[in-house]
């Protein structure tokens, strides 16, 4: 294989607090027409070695490669897309949400192909697609023949020169805690089906492991348990049939969407090990100081694809699903009970991006114990917003009722499980959380986890810094004007700012 895997993956998702350093307006808002330069400056002012260019669920801009390629000529001919840079299109699921900009997206691709043929530079640009919910392998096949069809579709009725791309590489979004678990069926299917209809196996593949969604349905540590097992058996699968992989995990700044910051990137090379993309997303970028940020980006670019995956028997993996369900249990219990302010908080997230509506037609909703819940971002900024982390969410419960044994496989699977409870512990308003169970004993059992949590790890949560002061004094006033039903939409951006994520 020549082509090089990058290091860096940008991204759009929305989870800056602060507003861009190359916006001129200030509002933290970014629209569709400001993308085009903001992959540009991911790329030039960053170091990112790869971007993803989201067409799932939300508005985008559709000449991405014409512009980038008319308005930062001379930054791409020096930088081609395709070799030393990369744009990766996140395509919609079409069994989830209708794929009327499916269509669009592939045809980009392959006239993308065309304009770099004619500028005479590195063709083809953009080669492989992200589908998320990657669930069957069946669903991987299906996008790669469509794109084989449209490209012969295209030369019948363009009379284009016939050339052989006809094939696009495509990368599973693993997205729930029971797939990452069972990746090893998904690939071996999808190899099997792909040595069918091509002749051959596939040259490589570029597994993407979330992080963020499964910690949003079933809590922290399934999550950070999911994406291990997964690393594990992505190169159990590699050794034994010979095919590279090279997995990809998205990750956002705060613990429980990932944990990976600027001033957190060698604790995360350390964590998550045999990972050789990561994703980079808007809060890495922006709510920190941007010499930070570009510092993290280099540190990743140089050191994430050496560090070496830890290797699990298939014991230690059933042992580490088991454990994840005594957590995930009393987390979704949590959710129901927490539900209803849960929400009222999250829908007042302002909005960073031109994402459609997430029900009905255009997209698609995340779903708990049958709850339309919020995408993992707004969750997590509700949360933190009010002074009570995500991260303890049935904690306690789950982590009590572990033998000494499944103990010792939890920090063996998570080795910074204790420093990373005791980080975000650092965000816990006390105060808030007393009021909250006062007023609502389905509170009281969130109280319960954090005592737990905070016995067993001889801590003592809450604020340490000036900043984290200053956080819980915004999550204070956040709650009274909650309380009173008045706005306190600025109280979410002002807290997200002294946390550097919004959520």
């Known amino acids: 294989m020549t082509r090089r895997i990058p290091a860096t993956m940008g991204t759009q998702h929305p989870d800056n607090a602060a507003a861009p350093y190359w916006e001129t307006d200030g509002d933290a808002f970014v629209n569709v027409h400001e993308e085009v330069d903001e992959c540009h400056s991911a790329f030039a002012d960053l170091g990112c070695e790869e971007y993803m260019w989201d067409w799932e669920g939300k508005f985008v801009?559709?000449?991405?490669?014409?512009?980038?390629?008319?308005?930062?000529?001379?930054?791409?001919?020096?930088?081609?897309?395709?070799?030393?840079?990369?744009?990766?299109?996140?395509?919609?699921?079409?069994?989830?949400?209708?794929?009327?900009?499916?269509?669009?997206?592939?045809?980009?691709?392959?006239?993308?192909?065309?304009?770099?043929?004619?500028?005479?530079?590195?063709?083809?640009?953009?080669?492989?697609?992200?589908?998320?919910?990657?669930?069957?392998?069946?669903?991987?096949?299906?996008?790669?023949?469509?794109?084989?069809?449209?490209?012969?579709?295209?030369?019948?009725?363009?009379?284009?020169?016939?050339?052989?791309?006809?094939?696009?590489?495509?990368?599973?979004?693993?997205?729930?805690?029971?797939?990452?678990?069972?990746?090893?069926?998904?690939?071996?299917?999808?190899?099997?089906?792909?040595?069918?209809?091509?002749?051959?196996?596939?040259?490589?593949?570029?597994?993407?492991?979330?992080?963020s969604d499964p910690a949003l349905v079933s809590g922290l540590v399934p999550a950070v348990l999911a994406v291990k097992a997964a690393i594990s058996e992505a190169y159990r699968f590699s050794a034994d049939t010979g095919i590279p992989v090279f997995p990809i995990v998205g990750t956002g700044s705060l613990v429980f969407r990932g944990g990976l910051a600027p001033n957190r990137v060698k604790k995360f090379v350390a964590e998550y090990g045999g990972v050789c993309t990561a994703t980079i997303q808007s809060g890495f970028r922006y709510d920190y100081p941007l010499d930070e940020a570009k510092k993290g980006i280099r540190y990743l670019n140089a050191n994430l694809a050496a560090a070496k995956p830890l290797l699990l028997t298939a014991a230690e993996i059933a042992a580490a699903k088991k454990i994840a369900e005594k957590f995930t249990v009393p987390y979704r219990a949590a959710l129901k009970n927490l539900y209803r302010t849960i929400m009222t908080v999250a829908d007042a997230v302002p909005r960073r991006r031109e994402r459609r509506l997430h029900i009905g037609l255009l997209g698609y909703g995340r779903k708990v114990g049958g709850k339309r819940f919020p995408r993992a971002i707004n969750f997590t900024a509700a949360l933190y917003s009010l002074g009570v982390p995500p991260e303890f969410l049935g904690l306690g419960r789950g982590y009590a009722a572990l033998t000494e044994r499944e103990r010792a496989l939890l920090r063996k699977m998570y080795r910074g499980f204790d420093d990373e409870v005791v980080e975000a512990g650092r965000y816990l308003n006390a105060a808030n959380l007393a009021k909250l169970c006062a007023a609502d004993r389905r509170w009281q059992p969130i109280a319960g986890d954090i005592a737990v949590m905070a016995s067993a790890l001889n801590a003592t949560f809450g604020p340490e810094t000036m900043e984290q002061e200053l956080h819980a004094v915004e999550t204070s006033a956040l709650l009274i004007l909650l309380k009173n039903k008045k706005d306190f939409a600025k109280h979410i951006i002002q807290s997200g700012r002294l946390r550097r994520s919004l959520g």
């Open 61 to 211: 801009d559709e000449a991405v490669i014409d512009r980038l390629f008319s308005q930062h000529h001379a930054f791409f001919t020096k930088r081609q897309i395709g070799r030393d840079v990369f744009l990766t299109f996140r395509i919609p699921n079409i069994w989830e949400e209708k794929g009327y900009s499916l269509g669009r997206a592939l045809m980009g691709i392959l006239t993308a192909e065309d304009m770099a043929y004619d500028l005479g530079i590195h063709r083809p640009p953009l080669f492989e697609v992200i589908l998320p919910m990657a669930d069957r392998a069946d669903k991987l096949l299906h996008i790669q023949k469509t794109f084989s069809s449209m490209a012969e579709l295209k030369h019948r009725l363009f009379d284009t020169p016939k050339n052989d791309f006809t094939y696009v590489e495509i990368i599973p979004l693993i997205e729930g805690v029971e797939h990452l678990f069972g990746i090893r069926k998904l690939l071996d299917d999808f190899v099997a089906l792909h040595v069918k209809q091509y002749g051959c196996k596939p040259a490589y593949i570029r597994p993407f492991l979330a992080r």
